[in-house]
């Protein structure tokens, strides 16, 4: 349990830290846009190799609203 604790808190703990010291020099909306666009980013990257997602042209475009 330690290893996990360990992989899951210490980088949990180093993009909270460098959040705030975007906060610091950036407007809070421009931070919040950022932090979202690089979580929803990286959890697609992410779920490619864990989850065996396809990853194609098509569904990396972005939707039309």
């Known amino acids: 349990m330690r ?36 979580g929803s980013a990286l959890t697609a990257l992410v779920s490619v190799p864990v989850f065996r997602e396809s990853f194609t042209a098509l569904r990396a475009r972005p939707s039309r609203p």
């Open 3 to 38: 290893l996990a604790g360990a992989i899951i808190g210490e980088p949990t703990g180093t993009t909270f830290y460098l959040l705030g010291m975007a906060i610091k020099r950036l407007p809070p909306s421009t931070v919040q846009a950022i932090w979202a666009g690089a």
